[in-house]
Nanobody
Framework: QVQLVESGGGLVQPGGSLRLSCSGS????????VFWYRQRPGQEREFVAH???????YYAGSVEGRFVLSRDSAKKVAYLQMNDLRPEDTAVYYC?????WGQGTQVTVSS
């Protein structure tokens, strides 16, 4: 059974950085696009970014220029480097692949 596990969330001050990880359980992970979504308090889940098997990344306008996606095939991990964080980035962040969701990791941006 394919599983995705997110990690790396936490509390950070505005302007700070965090790096989230999405770990896959099988080689399947390296064959498909990895998506990141977030769900802000009281809002619908929204698209953040995705990265293809070859490493091409696409970002939502709200995070472009601040967030950077990468992936390590040997480790079966996708990383979401989040820089210049803002209070409006506070959310639970999820990764998704082929319709499978991780459990999410909480990111809180607050002074």
């Amino acid at each position: 059974q394919v599983q995705l596990v997110e990690s790396g969330g936490g509390l950070v001050q505005p302007g700070g950085s965090l790096r989230l990880s999405c770990s896959g359980s099988r080689d399947f992970f390296n064959l498909h696009i990895v998506f990141w979504y977030r769900q802000r308090p009281g809002q619908e889940r929204e698209f953040v970014a995705h990265i293809t098997r070859s490493g091409y990344a696409y970002y939502a306008g709200s995070v472009e220029g601040r967030f950077v996606l990468s992936r390590d095939s040997a480790k079966k991990v996708a990383y979401l480097q989040m820089n210049d964080l803002r209070p409006e980035d506070t959310a639970v962040y999820y990764c998704n692949q082929q319709g499978i969701w991780g459990q999410g990791t909480q990111v809180t941006v607050s002074s």
